[in-house]
């Protein structure tokens, strides 16, 4: 997944920006936003983005001058300049200190970003490449095969302290760190029902290509141990964060698992090790790895048999999930995660499944947080009961309040995240649309809340906003209804759960916020889905 760290400091920018559809589809994550350049300074260290989405005109420190700075500092990270016409002179000023490309606002859509995305992801690969990196990918003074046999002696134990020097030797060589390793367990399910017609042969071409799909896609080392089982051997050196690793290790995970579903129509049960092993600890980690894929049976995992539940957290509940903290609605975070716990405890399902809709709920929050540049320590801070809770649990059903606590008190770091660039009024009434969006409210009934006459909440509201309360409690609630739509809810379904009174209404502003009407948007949806 591409990190981009968007600097922009309008909130409708950023607002729009966001809704756009060329993010996770598309390889694209946005792991931070930053309302000026210095701002985006201090977080480049900790969220080390692959590519900058930055305004030029902005206070305290602008485009230019961040641009500037990554040049000088040598930093090798591609910077798209977002401009208006007036500023062009600026854009001309960044271009020359090695901007990817620069967009007009008023034009910004879909294809335009994500045809500059891809052409500044590609200079970061050729950036990599050129410097070495830690991707094995570029570079290897030994063999891939090499790799690979390294690998699968340090999951077997082979590796003693007299020969640990010498790995330590050929992995640097190839780019690959040797501090704070994750190993991890990969195994084919149902592996031993399939039909091998020319036995030997037929079973090694199968676990070649597994092998090659694999090294293709992953940043780890991936080696075949024998039969179905295989390992994988990730370095994380330059990562301090648990939750951001745990995070990276999740989007492996379901990538490979994509993968194998797409391409070979086999599923895979991957698990992994804790973070943070030396060269000498691989071998315990493979094995504790290797106990969570056992603790997990075929028909568990999802395979053949569709009679017992899957395990994990289903991409329409993990949508909706995100819905709720985009919209920063504790009300119905909290309803779902009742209703995941309610469905588990119907299912029936194992200790073990239910850990792994946990841990993925527990990475889940880890990449919110990362995405609205929440700090590393602060999320480790939020995660840290509920990994605790995880491993010394006898009943996980038990720790659905641990996990309403952990998603509540990043909702609430969040929120006040986000108002702090607000005044107390301002900021006030921010929340309140926030938690009652869906009701029937006006600036009134707001100002009342907050505790200010009408008037001057309106003029305080649209210097802070940049826009009036309607115009904002408006995109509020199309934003919700995009992503009501999203997840399959109908168009005349929707209108009254965001706060609308009649359908035609709701109808006119979806179309005006938007370009596009209900309908359009939920075929389209369906389509992309489908």
Request: charged share 25%; aromatic share 8%.
């Amino acid at each position: 997944m591409i990190q981009v760290l968007l600097v922009e400091d309008e909130l409708i920018a950023r607002t729009h920006i966001r809704s756009l559809a060329v993010w996770e589809g598309h390889g694209y994550q946005l792991c931070g936003e930053a309302t000026n350049g210095e701002a985006a300074i201090r977080m480049i260290d900790e969220l080390e983005p692959d590519v900058i989405l930055s305004d030029v005109a902005m206070p305290l420190m602008d485009g230019v001058a961040l641009s500037h700075y990554l040049v000088e500092q040598k930093l090798g990270i591609p910077i798209i300049m977002l401009s208006s016409y007036d500023s062009y002179d600026y854009v001309r000023m960044t271009l020359n200190n090695g901007a990817v490309d620069y967009l007009l606002k008023h034009r910004l859509d879909e294809a335009s970003l994500l045809s500059v995305l891809e052409k500044a992801k590609h200079e970061r690969l050729q950036e990599q490449r050129h410097i070495g990196g830690e991707s094995l990918k570029s570079a290897g003074t030994i063999d891939l095969h090499a790799k690979q046999n390294i690998v699968k002696e340090l999951v077997q134990g082979h590796v003693n302290s007299a020969k640990q020097m010498e790995v330590n030797v050929h992995l640097n060589e190839a780019g690959f760190g040797t501090r704070n390793l994750v190993v991890g367990a990969m195994s084919i399910v149902h592996y031993h029902m399939m039909d091998w017609r020319q036995q030997d042969k037929d079973r090694n071409m199968f676990i070649r290509s597994v092998l090659e799909l694999c090294q293709s896609q992953s940043e780890g080392i991936v080696t075949h141990i024998g039969e179905d089982q295989f390992a994988l051997l990730f370095s994380f050196e330059r990562i301090r964060s648990e939750s951001q690793i745990a995070s990276l290790l999740q989007e492996e995970k379901e990538k490979l698992r994509g993968m194998f579903s797409k391409f070979m129509n086999i599923q895979m049960k991957i698990e992994f090790s804790r973070c943070g092993l030396r060269l000498t600890e691989v071998a315990d980690g493979y094995r504790q790895a290797q106990d969570k894929l056992h603790a997990m049976n075929d028909t568990e995992f999802g395979g053949r048999d569709h009679q017992s539940p899957a395990a994990g957290l289903s991409i329409k509940m993990e949508k909706q999930l995100l819905g709720a903290f985009d919209q920063k609605d504790e009300f119905d975070m909290v309803t779902l995660i009742d209703r995941i716990f309610a469905e588990l405890a119907e299912q029936g399902a194992s200790h073990e499944s239910i850990r792994l809709t946990l841990a993925e709920m527990v990475q889940l929050a880890a990449k919110v947080g990362q995405k609205h540049g929440v700090a590393a320590p602060t999320l480790d801070r939020l995660t840290a009961p509920m990994q605790t809770g995880l491993r010394d649990a006898a009943g996980p059903l038990g720790l659905k309040d641990k996990i309403i606590a952990m998603y509540s008190e990043l909702l609430e770091t969040l929120r006040t995240r986000e108002q702090s660039a607000y005044s107390g009024y301002v900021g006030k009434a921010v929340r309140f649309i926030d938690s009652r969006f869906r009701d029937n409210i006006s600036l009134q009934l707001t100002a009342e809340h907050v505790g200010i006459n009408t008037s001057y909440l309106s003029h305080l509201f649209k210097k802070e906003t940049g826009m009036s309360f309607v115009e904002f409690l408006n995109r509020k609630r199309i934003f919700r209804a995009q992503q009501l739509l999203e997840e399959g809810v109908s168009v005349k379904a929707i209108y009254e759960q965001v706060g609308f009174n009649t359908y035609n209404y709701f109808f006119k502003v979806f179309k005006d916020i938007t370009g596009t009407t209900p309908l359009d948007y939920e075929k389209r949806s369906a389509e992309q889905s489908g």
